[in-house]
């Protein structure tokens, strides 16, 4: 069920940034076992392929050498260049199939303009996608199949080229990529996501006109949707293998792609995807170590593009068909050796069986599932974007990332802190985690953060997966509804998805504020008055029984 990876691939070059170097690292386009002593060479022919409005892009092809075509073809689109391709190409061309690597329009040797980047891949004006699928069909080496390859940037333009796709496309292996642009890459719980965009667009040369257009639109609308693939599920008919990290900055888009195209896509995708989820971040993280077993190296073999890809595009029985549609791995106290959890399991959907159950927050600081508050408590704190909650740890990119104590920000004055009893026994997380908070404020906006830790017997508060939500959007992404002073709102805070055993002996934490920056955008609460300076909110969190705010936790059903 466990096996090695077959794809590793050479060292990043030292002309690269630190963080592009990391992504690359995602993307699969480099590995820190380097191949350098590799004395084999592979040479790739570089063609300008013409796009329907006649804009070229520099497209990179290796063949197997020594084999006679036809080949089945790997594409992977990329905007960090093709300088990092032989490596992988390497270990796709010994197994026999050409490896086409292209650098997306605008980027490095390819022509035109990267603005909108990724809005060039897919069903928009340029079908760049669909437009080297269509080339690489037409070549003498090509037997007309074709997959998509790759991480990170690598994952989103398959996951833009995939709806509307000729049959060419035969299979897709996405890994870490969003679903959705809006959602899950640039406004989450519509609020900018400010260190992940920001550092990734200055980091790769594209902050100009893509950051700009990205502000202008801080609502989902027209723009966005063109910009969803998600929305576009029923017109992918390739099936996918979709890997993602339960740390990982776009965790829910990998899942919500498994979840949309198994479930509405085409016949040839419908009921053929796989999912595989990790305790992984978009690179490393060191607070938690979790066992050997964890590792990237050793998902289940559904997670292995070339067992995929051999199954696909030549037929072969090696038993994907067999594959259960779901892998994920069972987070757990990594410090004990006999602590229930940090496995691998698999199931036929996502999410597994659970019960849905509310935690309700009351008065006195504590969190319990059961009844309701009885009073008619509230808990008040004043929120300064001038002095916003500092991002510890999370699915970041560029900022220290995966499971790191939360005590630091839980001593602040601007922070709600909600925890249950020690558990007498072990209790199981898995699947959508949402908050429901019933809120007032004295601002016409505001936002709301909801962070879930798991508190070990030595008082670490470790995060497990947290969520933020913009007043203004707590009903629609689309359209805004400001607040009237003293009113309660019931807002909902989707924290995404996560599989975690809280062991015996911990405790289990829900942390309310209204920031976490630099990872979000500091709210200014002054609403539609966008020229107005910057004003403290006063924010309540509602604790009664009218109004019980809550955690909505996925209990594991066996």
């Known amino acids: 069920m466990i096996q090695p990876s077959v794809l590793e691939v050479p060292r990043c070059d030292r002309r690269l940034s630190a963080l592009v170097c990391a992504v690359l690292l995602v993307a699969g386009l480099i590995h820190p076992a380097a191949w350098a002593d590799d004395a084999r060479e592979l040479e790739p022919q570089t063609h300008m392929v013409p796009m ?33 391709g032989e490596g992988v190409a390497r270990r796709f061309c010994d197994r026999g199939y050409a490896f086409v690597l292209q650098d997306l329009r605008g980027r490095f040797g390819s022509e035109g303009d990267d603005v909108v980047i990724f809005g060039n891949d897919g069903w928009r004006e340029h079908t760049d996608g669909h437009d ?24 989103v333009t398959q996951n833009m080229l995939a709806p509307g796709a000729s049959d060419h496309l035969q299979a897709q292996h996405v890994e870490v990529a969003f679903s959705d642009m809006y959602g899950q890459g640039t406004y989450q719980g519509g609020v900018w996501r400010k260190a992940l965009i920001e550092t990734w667009l200055a980091a790769t040369g594209m902050t100009e006109g893509n950051q700009e257009i990205f502000l202008s639109h801080p609502a989902y609308d027209d723009f966005w949707r063109s910009l969803n693939p998600e929305s576009r599920a029923a017109d992918v008919n390739a099936p996918g293998v979709f890997i993602g990290g339960w740390y990982d900055i776009f965790l829910q888009g990998s899942i919500n792609s498994f979840v949309t195209i198994n479930g509405q896509g085409g016949p040839a995708a419908r009921d053929h995807c796989r999912l595989v989820v990790g ?36 037929g072969q029985a090696n038993g994907v068909a067999d594959d259960k549609a779901v892998h994920y791995y069972v987070m ?29 927050f009351h008065a006195d600081g504590t969190l319990a599932a059961g009844d309701p508050p009885a009073g008619d408590e509230s808990a008040t704190f004043t929120y300064d974007p001038a002095n916003p909650v500092p991002t510890i740890g999370g699915q970041n990119l560029a900022l220290p990332k995966g499971p790191m104590d939360q005590r630091k920000a839980e001593s602040r004055d601007d922070v709600l802190v909600f925890t249950s009893d020690v558990l007498a026994e072990p209790v199981e997380v898995t699947g959508p985690v949402t908050a429901r908070l019933y809120v007032s404020s004295d601002c016409p906006d505001t936002d709301f953060t909801v962070k879930l830790t798991d508190v070990y017997p030595d008082g670490r508060s470790m995060l497990v997966t947290d969520g933020i939500q913009r007043a203004r959007f707590r009903n629609s992404s ?42 979000f955008e500091t709210n200014p609460n002054t609403g539609p008055d966008v020229e107005a300076a910057p004003r403290p909110a006063e924010n309540t969190v509602h604790l009664s029984r009218d109004h019980a705010s809550q955690i909505v936790l996925p209990i594991y059903g066996g």
Do not use: C
Request: glycine share 10%; charged share 20%; hydrophobic share 35%.
């Open 279 to 314: 305790p992984w971040a978009h690179g490393g993280f060191d607070e938690l170590t979790y066992p050997d077993n964890s590792k990237h190296s050793r998902m289940p073999a559904a997670g292995d593009a070339l067992r995929f890809f051999d199954h696909h595009l030549r």
């Open 132 to 155: 080297t699928l269509a080339w690489i069909a037409a070549q003498p080496w090509s037997d007309g199949k074709v997959a998509t390859w790759g991480g990170s940037a690598l994952g």
């Open 478 to 519: 689309s359209e805004p509804e400001w607040l009237e002073p003293g009113q309660v709102y019931a807002i909902d805070v989707d924290l995404w998805s996560t599989s975690l055993i809280f062991n015996r002996g911990h405790q289990i934490r829900v942390v309310v504020s209204s920031s976490n920056s630099p990872r």
């Open 52 to 84: 329907k409005d006649g804009i070229r892009l520099a497209t990179d092809v290796y063949l197997p050498p020594g084999a006679e075509p036809p080949f089945p073809t790997i594409l992977a689109r990329s905007p960090y260049g093709r300088g990092q």
């Open 332 to 360: 757990g106290d990594p410090t004990v050796d006999d602590a229930p959890g940090n496995e691998w399991r698999s199931a036929d959907s996502w999410p597994p069986p659970a019960v849905a159950t509310p935690w309700y």
